[in-house]
């Protein structure tokens, strides 16, 4: 744990720590309002209200309205959605042979299932894979001025389109995201329309940017480390602890942000009401204290939980989708291919210090006979 000058805030890097101050919202606020003038995090938009900056009881009535769209009925339904578009997408890839992994598997199966899930046309994709990265570089205390800029506009955009849509179908049966958002929009008791199409935007940004990460990580990991694909090959059942260690050896997202509401003391350091806190999550996935030889890629790991989905009131939404995207793609890709290798270079990653993804994983693969 130190002070950082730069950032104005307070980093903590143990799981212990990352934990419970994620667990606490009591005491270390997501809502803007708690800032004080000299920390730097948690910087939004002049008209964002996000769900993810805010505090209970409004946090708690949007979270209910929001896991409707995520209800096991759901997940179990479009289940058959993320096996298909997985099997595309790696039949095609193998077909080609090289392929950008990100590009043409990664990003385009996250984004697929995310209008499936949200009740967008799939003409429509084009659009929202400009718009998504755009608004996603919001989060990124690195963002420059420029890009915040064009963060903005996107989020406008984003918001424009998805109040259109909801205005349109209050009165659809449908059992996608807009449609059950909008229902509850009209009838004026849990959501506002402005609400409605923010939490649409935030599901869209999220759902695209941490299973496309999560893709592209672990497979890096797997290229890394030949033994444990082999091992996974040879053993499917063991794929959902493979995705776990995934997601822990590498985590999609690597930072998460809090601001003290309330003095308090951890590690013999004061932290002031008003304080920054910045919870190095992938600095908590690799902690020697929680996790036996915490720096090895392991899919067979047994231990505590890791952080990469949050911890609390903020647990990620989505992550049982994204565990789900991500186990089909890899084991399709795992019987369709005899071999993967990277090919053409090194893999390059975005610049980044909130989500940790590669901007291209060029690959072969080697078809099965």
């Not at 910087?43 to 769209?69: E, F, N």
């Not at 996603?136 to 389109?161: F, N």
């Amino acid at each position: 744990m130190h002070r950082s000058a730069i950032l104005a805030s307070w980093v903590l890097t143990r799981y212990e720590d990352v934990r419970a101050t994620a667990k606490d919202h009591e005491r270390f606020s997501n809502d803007p309002s708690w800032r004080g003038p000299k920390a730097s995090v948690l910087r939004p938009a002049p008209d964002d209200y996000s769900i993810l900056l805010m505090d209970p009881p409004d946090h708690s009535r949007l979270r209910r309205v929001a896991a409707r769209a995520f209800a096991r009925s759901r997940l179990t339904a479009l289940s058959e959605t993320v096996t298909r578009t997985a099997a595309e997408l790696v039949a095609r890839a193998a077909k080609r042979g090289t392929i950008d992994w990100i590009a043409d598997v990664a990003e385009a199966l996250s984004m697929r299932v995310m209008l499936r899930l949200i009740g967008l046309p799939m003409q429509d994709c084009r659009r929202w894979a400009t718009w998504v990265p755009q608004r996603a570089r919001l989060l990124e205390m690195i963002a420059t001025p420029r890009e915040r800029s064009v963060s903005y506009r996107a989020g406008a955009a984003m918001r424009r389109r998805f109040t259109g849509m909801l205005q349109s179908r209050q009165a659809s049966d449908g059992d996608d995201a807009i449609d059950t958002f909008a229902r509850q929009v009209a009838a004026g008791d849990e959501i506002s329309m402005a609400e409605a199409a923010d939490m649409l935007s935030v599901l869209m940004v999220a759902g695209n940017e941490t299973t496309t990460n999560l893709v592209g990580n672990g497979m890096l990991a797997l290229l890394r480390h030949p033994e444990q694909m082999q091992r996974l090959r040879e053993e499917p059942a063991r794929m959902h602890d493979a995705v776990n260690e995934m997601l822990r050896f590498d985590s999609p997202v690597q930072t998460d942000f809090r601001i003290a509401k309330a003095r308090s003391t951890l590690r013999r350091h004061v932290i002031e009401p008003g304080d920054g806190v910045i919870l190095l999550t992938g600095s908590a996935n690799r902690d020697e204290a929680a996790f036996a030889n915490a720096d090895v890629f392991d899919i067979a790991r047994k231990g505590p939980r890791h952080t990469s989905f949050g911890h609390g009131i903020h647990y990620c939404i989505g992550a049982e989708l994204a565990r789900m995207e991500a186990a089909t793609i890899f084991a399709e890709v795992l019987r369709a291919a005899d071999k993967i290798e990277m090919h053409g270079g090194d893999p390059r990653y975005r610049p980044s210090t909130v989500i940790r993804g590669l901007a291209a994983l060029p690959l072969r693969l080697v078809r099965r006979r």
